[in-house]
């Protein structure tokens, strides 16, 4: 049988990290960095560290095995398309050189052991390149052995550090007890507030505007708080009634609360300590979760594709070439939507940038659902959207641009501004805006609309009226008829839509 080809746009990052060892597998495609393949094994690498930092011949082995099940599927992507690093745990061991040397002859592959500074800068990549980047970002990973914390703007990593602790060592030196108790915690806490104490005062005086967590520490409370169903938004006060839910489990053994997956639960309250300590002595308000952190830094570093700045560019232009939309009407309808929103945005009190950055991405993406059918394209646009990666875009960015997609035409769905609470009316406006775009474009040619003049009702009044000339409307006697049905579609949502003639 003759030997399958290597497929060249096929890329491999394996991360040899202080709890796990993971394999991410992606393919470089239509612009964008597109995972087809993970790989996750709980190592516990840092477990086998003794007070000497000496790794034990049983952790090793453990290693050993995870990696030879990795090999297997590495020998399929080009040599030049893997990268594989170590961390913290592979820092700190006397004998690394023991486990590496076998390790490389399992992998058939270098393993680069990257210093605390450089894995810092490649999370704050990863992130950078998955994530909404607006304004300054601390960024959090909680590892296994190490701590990063990061704070970036853009793609630039201006202040960063490796802390040594992590939710295995963590667990090996304050919960060895196996108790969930006041003292455990506190004395976990303690201890890394003493580590935070040295840089605490050199991050709060450059500040930030959004802090994210990058680690399976934060993922795992969100977890928890979506099964509680609370926001997924981390703050003090919801860590601390974490806490009292773990110590009232008293063991690590019997720790159960709704959401923790069990391959999490053992290191969870470690990992909760020492975030609870970063919230504390960093004064940090609030959290979210990153989209990615070290192995995503690291795929995007091998790809030049990928050192654009412009991520919402790049994620816009990935989803054109995909489903080959018509980047003329994309145009047209942005710049109308452009156009509307500028003569609306005084009354209606709208952050122009922030509605014209959404409504460009809503121009570009309305009609890729029809690559699927044309009957109900919008339906099948949102529901693409709502299960594809959008780098760049913030998840509730992500999550207003589905709803004006899948709400762009025809019936509006009411719920789907539901969720939205305090901003529904704004999302109600910004889904307006593009309604009205895409109807008044629908010829799909240049140069066949007059200039449209809108007048906005003011800041609560849900209402917009529509002047365009009289000799016009009376040789389009289609789109008459069509903003009349829409004014129809409008009065269901609570909206006025008025048509004069000038």
């Known amino acids: ?5 290597l497929k060249e746009d096929i890329y491999a990052v394996v991360d040899l990290g202080s709890n796990s060892f993971h394999m991410l597998i992606a393919r470089h495609i239509a612009g964008g960095i597109h995972t087809i393949g993970r790989v996750k094994r709980k190592v516990r690498l840092a477990a086998g560290l003794d007070e000497a930092n000496h790794l034990s011949r049983e952790a090793m082995q453990r290693g050993w095995e995870c990696l030879a099940l990795f090999a297997e599927r590495l020998q399929d992507i080009p040599n030049q398309n893997v ?44 992130v950078a390149h998955t994530s909404a980047c607006q304004g300054k970002q601390l960024v959090i990973d909680i590892g296994g052995a190490s701590t990063e914390v990061i704070i970036g703007k853009s793609f630039d990593a201006l202040l960063c550090r490796s802390l040594n602790m ?12 196996g108790l969930l108790n006041e003292a455990n915690f506190n004395t976990a806490i303690n201890a890394a507030k003493s580590v935070l104490a040295p840089i605490r005062a050199q991050y709060i005086d450059l500040g930030w505007e959004w802090a994210v967590g ?6 795992a409370i969100q977890e928890i708080f979506a099964a509680m169903g609370e926001s997924e938004q981390l703050n003090l006060q919801k860590l601390q009634e974490i806490k009292h839910q773990a110590i009232a489990c008293k063991t690590i053994q019997a720790l159960s609360l709704p959401g923790l997956v069990e391959e999490r639960r053992l290191v969870f309250v470690s990992g909760l300590a020492i975030l609870i300590a970063i919230f504390e002595s960093l004064q940090v308000e609030s959290m979210g979760l990153a989209g990615g952190a070290l192995r995503e830094g690291v795929l995007y570093s091998m790809i030049p594709d990928f050192q654009s700045v412009d991520i919402c560019k790049r994620t816009l232009d990935g989803f054109i070439q995909r489903y080959h939309v018509d980047t003329d009407q994309a145009k047209r ?9 500028q003569q609306v945005a005084q009354p209606w009190q709208l952050c122009l940038a922030k509605t014209e950055h959404l409504l460009r991405a809503v121009a570009s993406l309305h009609e890729i659902g029809l690559l699927i059918d044309y009957k109900q394209y919008n339906k099948h646009s949102s529901y693409i959207l709502t299960n594809t990666a959008m780098p760049g875009y913030s998840r509730a960015e992500k999550e207003i641009i589905v ?3 899948r709400n762009h035409r025809e019936d509006i769905l009411d719920k789907s501004f539901e969720s939205f609470t305090s901003n529904k009316l704004i999302v109600q406006k910004y889904c307006v805006i593009a309604r009205l775009s895409v109807l008044l474009s629908m010829r799909r040619k240049d140069d ?55």
């Open 403 to 405: 709803a004006l997609v």
């Open 166 to 177: 992590g939710c295995v060592t963590y667990l090996e030196r304050y919960f060895d007890d």
């Open 1 to 5: 049988m003759a030997k399958t080809a």
């Open 83 to 126: 990268s594989i690093v170590a961390t913290a745990t592979l820092r700190l061991a006397t004998n690394s050189a023991t486990f590496i040397a076998k390790a490389e002859k399992i992998l058939n592959h270098k393993i680069n052991v990257i210093s605390g500074e450089l894995e810092a800068e490649t999370i704050y990549k990863g």
């Open 333 to 341: 309808v942005y710049e109308l939507a452009e156009d509307i929103a």
């Open 448 to 502: 066949v609309l007059p200039a449209i003049k809108v007048i906005a009702g003011e800041q609560n009044i849900q209402m917009i009226t529509i002047l365009l000339p009289d000799s016009w409307l009376t040789s389009h006697p289609l789109m008459l008829s069509e903003l009349k049905q829409e004014a129809i579609y409008l009065s269901k949502l609570g909206w006025t839509l008025k048509v004069e003639r000038i």
């Open 214 to 219: 990058a680690s399976g520490t934060v993922q």
